[in-house]
């Protein structure tokens, strides 16, 4: 168990039925009463999003979730299928659920967090390097600064690039943001 001021972003929990993970926290004192903790979480599972108020000195039952190296394998329909890198086990996980699914690539190593033996976040590399597909020629015409065009990338996402980027080239992008980082 776990107490609601020990709550810190990141924190994962079970509540409710579910498993949930902690995005923000704030303590707040009010005059004479008791403190409070508002927190808002996220579900693993579905990705929905809840705030909820506690008494100070409520508890939560903590969870252990375990950090492992995956390998992206393929995509079947709406899931994407990866592979413990340790066990070997294969999972599908539907596309929704992992972060940044459009810049996967076939091959690729990912974290998952695991809980009882199944992922339930998947954490793509920051940074990952993908080919230019398709861009359309870069014209410079009445641009104050640099200017950018979209490019289509090898697993099909498309980015704003610079426009001196051409087809065939390999370029970095922030999986975060999902921006143009540089050239590979």
């Not at 008494?55 to 992206?72: M, P």
């Not at 020629?137 to 980015?159: F, H, M, N, W």
Request: proline content about 5%.
């Amino acid at each position: 168990m776990i107490s609601v001021t020990d709550l810190r972003p990141g924190t994962k929990v079970k509540m409710e039925g579910g498993l949930w993970e902690c995005v923000e926290y704030q303590h707040q004192k009010i005059g004479r009463g008791g403190a409070k903790v508002v927190a808002k979480f996220k579900n693993l599972e579905t990705g929905a999003t809840v705030e909820r108020t506690f008494n100070s000195g409520e508890k939560l039952e903590d969870i252990y979730v375990e950090t492992r190296e995956l390998q992206y394998l393929y995509q079947e329909g709406n899931d994407l299928v990866f592979m413990d890198l340790e066990t070997y086990e294969q999972f599908h996980l539907p596309k929704d659920q992992v972060e940044a699914a459009r810049f996967l690539k076939e091959g690729m190593t990912v974290l998952g967090d695991m809980y009882e033996g199944r992922p339930l976040k998947i954490t793509p590399p920051t940074v990952v390097e993908l080919k230019v597909v398709d861009t359309p020629p870069g014209v410079r015409g009445d641009t104050v600064s640099g200017g950018s065009k979209p490019a289509t990338l090898e697993t099909g996402a498309v980015v704003q690039v610079p426009l001196f980027v051409e087809p065939g080239e390999v370029i970095k992008v922030d999986t975060r943001t999902g921006q143009y980082v540089g050239r590979a």
